[in-house]
């Protein structure tokens, strides 16, 4: 019997709290979690290895959101991207979908509500996994 393995995450939001927040919620939850506050990090990070969902914001120093999710879907398309902002604008959320973002959570979100939508991101990747 195989061991399941645990649902890798990378969080980048610039705002440490974010991470300080999220982090210890999502390991909690038997999630292997990596934090990042700044993009070009996680930009390498991501070049490393795939990660299965990315959490992250779009408004930051840098590297913006925007072009983190593009690189992150060209080299694992099977990532799931939830996009979380205060800017959230009809723009920018359509802009995130037609990249192939998963979801999109406007600023502030409850714990409850991302966990919620991570969980969506898990089965969707279940099943493209089961699929393919």
Do not use: C, H
Request: hydrophobic share 40%; proline share 4%; no cysteine.
């Amino acid at each position: 019997m195989t061991i399941p393995q645990k649902t890798s995450i990378l969080i980048l939001d610039d705002e440490p709290i974010v991470s300080k927040r999220l982090k210890p919620s999502l390991d909690k939850n038997g999630y292997e979690v990596e934090a990042f506050v700044r993009s070009i990090d996680a930009m390498s990070r991501i070049r490393e290895r795939d990660f299965d969902i990315i959490i992250t914001d779009l408004k930051m120093e840098g590297i913006n959101g925007m072009e983190f999710l593009t690189e992150a879907k060209r080299r694992s398309p099977s990532t799931e991207v939830i996009v979380i902002t205060g800017f959230a604008t009809m723009e920018t959320a359509k802009q995130s979908f037609s990249k192939g973002v998963f979801d999109f959570l406007a600023k502030p979100f409850k714990l409850g509500e991302i966990l919620e939508v991570i969980r969506k991101a898990e089965t969707k990747r279940r099943e493209k996994m089961a699929a393919a």
